[in-house]
C-alpha cells in the first residue's frame, strides 16, 4: 500500500508559477505516476504522466508547453512544475500511482491508477 500526500497548491496570480509536490510512503520503484485535476462542476482529468524511472513524460494539451512533470525517485517525490497560470487552471489537483510501469506505455484514465492522493488546491485569480 503507498500513501500519497500532496503538497505546494495555493492561491496566486494569472502568470504566476507554482510548483506541486507528491511524496510517497514508500518507495516507487517501477510505479508509473500521473497528476489529475477536477474543477468545479466537472469530472477530473487527466493533465501530466511520467515513466519509470522517469525518462519519458506526457501531457494533457491543455498543459502542454506550460506545466512540467519530474520525479526523484531517491526521495520518493513527483512534482508539477506549473507555469504561465491561468483561471481555467483552477482546480484541486491529485496525484496517482500506477503500480507495474510497462515500458513504452502511457496511462491516461483514472482506471489506470491504483494510489491516488488527497489533493491540493490551486486557485488561479484574474
Known amino acids: 500500500q503507498v500513501q500519497l500526500v500532496e503538497s505546494g497548491g495555493g492561491l496566486v496570480q494569472v502568470g504566476d508559477s507554482l510548483r506541486l509536490s507528491c511524496a510517497a510512503s514508500?518507495?516507487?520503484?517501477?510505479?508509473?505516476m500521473g497528476w489529475f485535476r477536477q474543477a468545479p462542476g466537472k469530472e477530473r482529468e487527466f493533465i501530466a504522466g511520467?515513466?519509470?524511472?522517469?525518462?519519458?513524460?506526457y501531457y494533457a494539451d491543455s498543459v502542454k508547453g506550460r506545466f512540467t512533470i519530474s520525479r526523484d525517485n531517491a526521495k520518493n517525490t513527483v512534482y508539477l512544475q506549473m507555469n504561465s497560470l491561468k483561471p481555467e487552471d483552477t482546480a484541486v489537483y491529485y496525484c496517482?500511482?500506477?503500480?507495474?510501469?510497462?515500458?513504452?506505455?502511457?496511462?491516461?484514465?483514472?482506471?489506470?491508477?491504483?494510489?491516488w492522493g488527497q489533493g491540493t488546491q490551486v486557485t488561479v485569480s484574474s
Open positions: 496517482a500511482a500506477r503500480h507495474r510501469y510497462y515500458n513504452g506505455r502511457t496511462y491516461y484514465l483514472e482506471t489506470d491508477y491504483d494510489y
Open positions: 511520467i515513466s519509470w524511472p522517469g525518462g519519458s513524460t
Open positions: 514508500a518507495h516507487t520503484s517501477n510505479y508509473a
